[in-house]
Every structure is written in structure tokens, then in C-alpha cells.
């Protein structure tokens, strides 16, 4: 399980292919799917934005890469806020694709693709994260473990460390936006809402 969780993280960036490929062959986007979807997408990337700027580091890396424990932002409130944010951009990306195929439809898919994104980190991404953070932090990292919860909300008042810093969003997250852009546009072309 150890090699299989090291694998998971190793690759977890080409995880949502599956997904856009999906939501690109099925688009069948209405004007209010849309206007839902993008409100968790956007929700979701200013999440994962926010996530970033505290981490300072690139968020796709191979191995795990940290030079200090963050605990301060999101980091406060749960010890995977960039999965939180990624399972809801995902969310925001099915429930705009699969609009036209009515609301049970979309509500399942919806939930399906929940199920699959905590899943994938619970059990092939977060294990040998976690085991890379207890062997370099040790007791620091035990302790904030214990006390902020891997999804759930945190509302103990822990010792917030590090800070928000701009410049590792820009060197890192433009790829993020050109996809998602990129994503959108054939999903709004295949719907026909934009015609060209």
C-alpha cells in the first residue's frame, strides 16, 4: 500500500484527466448549470489559490516538497485544503457538463465524483505525504496532526505558522487557469451555448 500511495502522489497531477475527458465527450451544459458549476469552481480556485500562497511551493510536484510546516491560512482548519478545493472545482466541473441531463443526473454524478476525489487522496495520495511530514517535522507535525483534522473543519485554536505570499501563485498556478479556461470553452462549444 505504501509503494501504491508514493505512485498516487507521485502522479496525483494527471488524476482529474479522466474527469475533463468525461465532461469534454458528455458536455451537455444549460445556462444554469453553468452559473452553478462555476460558483464551486470558482469557490474552489480561490480555495486552492489562498492554499498556494501559504504553501509557497509548487503544488505538483513528484515528491514531497516543504521546507516548513504550514499551519497558518487554510492550513489552520484542515490539513488538506488544496484536495478540498480540487474535489470542489471537479464538482463545479461535472455539475456544469452534466446539466442537460437533468437534476438526479447531475446530483449523482456530482457525488460520484466526490467519492472518487477523497478516495483517491485518502488512500493513493495523502498516506505517503503524511509519512514524508512525520519523518521531517516529527513531534511538530504529530501534534498538528492530532489537532486539525485531515478534511474536516478545525476550530481549535492552534499556533498558526507562515504567511501568504503572491509570488509562488504566479510561478505555479498558470497552468491551472489555462486548463480550466481551456476546459470550459470546449464545454461551453460542445453545449452550443458559445457558437463559433
Given at each position: 500500500?505504501?509503494?501504491?500511495?508514493?505512485?498516487?502522489?507521485?502522479?496525483?497531477?494527471?488524476?482529474?484527466?479522466p474527469l475533463a475527458i468525461l465532461t469534454i465527450i458528455f458536455a451537455n451544459p444549460t445556462?444554469?448549470?453553468?452559473?452553478?458549476?462555476?460558483?464551486?469552481?470558482?469557490?474552489?480556485?480561490?480555495?486552492?489559490?489562498?492554499?498556494?500562497?501559504?504553501?509557497?511551493?509548487?503544488?505538483?510536484?513528484?515528491?514531497?516538497?516543504?521546507?516548513?510546516?504550514?499551519?497558518?491560512?487554510?492550513?489552520?482548519?484542515?490539513?488538506?485544503?488544496?484536495?478540498?478545493?480540487?474535489?470542489?472545482?471537479?464538482?463545479?466541473?461535472?455539475?456544469?457538463?452534466?446539466?442537460?441531463?437533468?437534476?438526479?443526473?447531475?446530483?449523482?454524478?456530482?457525488?460520484?465524483?466526490?467519492?472518487?476525489?477523497?478516495?483517491?487522496?485518502?488512500?493513493?495520495?495523502?498516506?505517503?505525504?503524511?509519512?514524508?511530514?512525520?519523518?521531517?517535522?516529527?513531534?511538530?507535525?504529530?501534534?498538528?496532526?492530532?489537532?486539525?483534522?485531515?478534511?474536516?473543519?478545525?476550530?481549535?485554536?492552534?499556533?498558526?505558522?507562515?504567511?501568504?505570499?503572491?509570488?509562488?501563485?504566479?510561478?505555479?498556478?498558470?497552468?491551472?487557469?489555462?486548463?480550466?479556461?481551456?476546459?470550459?470553452?470546449?464545454?461551453?462549444?460542445?453545449?452550443?451555448?458559445?457558437?463559433?
Amino acid at each position: 500500500m505504501e509503494e501504491l500511495s508514493k505512485l498516487g502522489f507521485r502522479y496525483r497531477a494527471l488524476f482529474p484527466i479522466p474527469l475533463a475527458i468525461l465532461t469534454i465527450i458528455f458536455a451537455n451544459p444549460t445556462i444554469s448549470s453553468l452559473i452553478y458549476g462555476s460558483i464551486l469552481v470558482l469557490l474552489g480556485s480561490i480555495i486552492r489559490v489562498i492554499c498556494l500562497g501559504y504553501l509557497g511551493v509548487k503544488s505538483r510536484d513528484e515528491i514531497p516538497n516543504i521546507a516548513n510546516l504550514i499551519t497558518a491560512g487554510p492550513y489552520k482548519y484542515s490539513r488538506n485544503p488544496v484536495y478540498i478545493a480540487n474535489t470542489i472545482i471537479a464538482t463545479g466541473f461535472v455539475i456544469t457538463a452534466f446539466g442537460g441531463y437533468g437534476m438526479i443526473v447531475t446530483v449523482l454524478v456530482s457525488l460520484i465524483t466526490v467519492i472518487i476525489y477523497i478516495s483517491f487522496y485518502n488512500f493513493l495520495v495523502i498516506p505517503s505525504e503524511e509519512k514524508f511530514l512525520e519523518e521531517k517535522f516529527g513531534q511538530e507535525y504529530l501534534e498538528y496532526k492530532q489537532n486539525v483534522p485531515r478534511w474536516l473543519i478545525n476550530f481549535k485554536n492552534i499556533e498558526e505558522k507562515g504567511r501568504f505570499r503572491f509570488l509562488p501563485i504566479f510561478r505555479t498556478e498558470y497552468w491551472t487557469w489555462i486548463i480550466i479556461i481551456a476546459l470550459y470553452l470546449i464545454i461551453l462549444v460542445k453545449g452550443k451555448i458559445i457558437k463559433i
